[in-house]
């Protein structure tokens, strides 16, 4: 768009929003939003740049502020134009966060309000660094799953898969086709988990407080079957380079047919509460616009990209683990609103349920890891039996995998999008440098895009349907 868009022109009516195409909205009723997402300092020119205290991350005055265009939502081709002229001695800034409930982790954002209209947004991230890319470094390939998994710790499946796939990359060795088998019906469970788990808390900011306790009754169905797997509801250490940890338990088919069966009458229940409320229509449909131009700009993947009309899957584009042996449909939405966002997650649960059925009738028989005894320890049964055993299980775990120099990226489709994991080795048992590609990253930066000149209530639902994990933007 121009710099100065021309507000006298005529405007057209918007096209019908939401999942009936017969309901359209005036200009008037419709809402719609755009914000921005910062790294203190980042965009900052000097004297601020150098600034490390609280004073550097304030609201600077509109004819100072070199990133006003980003805070504004405006530095990229928008689908709103602000008919109101700005007027400077009605505004007030306020701190959202980083304690606030609805920002689902340490998010704080600077808002510049005009009444109840956002008109700046600053985004400011930074509060849960924990430095796990440098960690990496001090790190086996061995131990390297127990700090990946910790990153986007509501997808840490996902996290483990990735890693695991760049160092299996780095080695040149493949996986058994039950390890795949595995590793494919544990990630789209978790799939499902976080969905729930999204759709339960964005029912609850926007209102609708049942919605709360019927995501997380459904998603307690996956977690006990994680537990009853891996030991840990959470930050599994699961998959690992070579294949996964250990077999599936005894008894694991009836429980994957329990939870089928248990989250689709879950999804019904949360489709017959929300899809006809008028209240939840009303806080959802266009609310938090992302155009397809947007979501191209700022790099953004997974459910918020489709929910604009992106068709872009990796597990179809570039498919991993043998994901292309199982038939699934990727949903896209129409108009990249809150309510399209609601409702692609609610298809991709049953998505990903399907393929955990197709895992389940058609897993291959065989050894859950590699053979390679430079990457696989002993059964743990002949530690007790063979000394030699014993002191190949005490290398691997103390000195570590020898993996050869090189470089090497893989990518597989989290929960929120892209998760990409970049490893260069030196040679050795520990990585040289560790890098991240996270989905939650590119989706906080856009939130300026999203809630610049709506109303306050509105920030709150746009918001919760971008799903962010702020462990996976710190990291």
Known sequence: MTDTPDTTAPVEDPAPIGPDASVAFSVEDERRKQHEI???????????????????????????????????????????????????????????????????????????????????????????????????????????????????????????????????????????????????????????????????????????????????????LCLDFFEKTTGLRMNHNYIRPGGVAAELPDGWEDDIVSIIEGVNAGVDEYEELLNENP???????????????????????????????????????????????????????????????????????????????????????????????KVTPPPRKRIDESMEALIHHFKLFTSGIEVPPGTAYQSVEGPRGEIGCYLVSKGGTKPWRMHWRAPSFAVVQSLPAMMSDSLIADLISALASTDPVLGDVDR
């Open 38 to 220: 910062w790294v203190s300092g980042t965009e900052e020119r000097m004297p601020f740049a150098s600034a490390t205290n609280e004073g550097a991350q304030e609201l600077l005055p509109r004819d100072q502020d070199p990133a006003l265009a980003l805070q504004t939502g405006t530095a990229v081709e928008d689908d709103f134009i602000s008919f109101v002229p700005a007027i400077d001695e009605e505004r007030q800034i306020i701190n959202m966060g980083p304690q606030h409930p609805s920002t689902h982790g340490v998010l704080r954002l600077q808002v510049e309000l005009e009444g109840e209209t956002v008109r700046r947004v600053k985004p400011i991230i930074g509060y849960l660094h924990t430095g796990m890319e440098k960690t990496a470094e001090t790190l086996t390939y061995a131990q390297g799953s127990t700090n990946v998994t910790r990153m986007d710790y509501l997808s840490p499946f996902h996290n483990e898969l990735a890693y695991s796939l760049t160092v299996e990359q780095l080695l040149g060795i493949d996986v058994p086709a039950r390890a795949d088998a595995i590793r494919i019906l544990m990630t789209e469970l978790n799939r499902v988990s976080s969905h729930l788990l999204s759709t339960a808390t964005m029912g609850m900011d926007i209102g609708a407080l049942s919605m709360m306790i019927y995501g997380w009754r459904e998603r307690e």
């Open 279 to 373: 209240i939840f229509l009303d806080r959802t449909i266009g609310v938090g616009v992302l155009t397809p131009e947007e979501v191209k700009q700022y790099g953004i993947t997974g459910p918020v990209a489709r929910a604009s009309g992106i068709d872009w899957d990796l597990r179809k584009a570039m498919p991993y683990s043998g994901i292309e042996k199982y038939e699934f449909d990727v949903p896209t939405g129409l108009h990249g609103d809150v309510n399209d966002r609601y409702h692609l997650r609610i298809k991709e649960i049953r998505e990903s349920l399907k393929i955990v059925h197709q895992v389940l009738e058609s897993i291959p028989a065989g050894d859950y890891r590699n053979p390679d005894p």
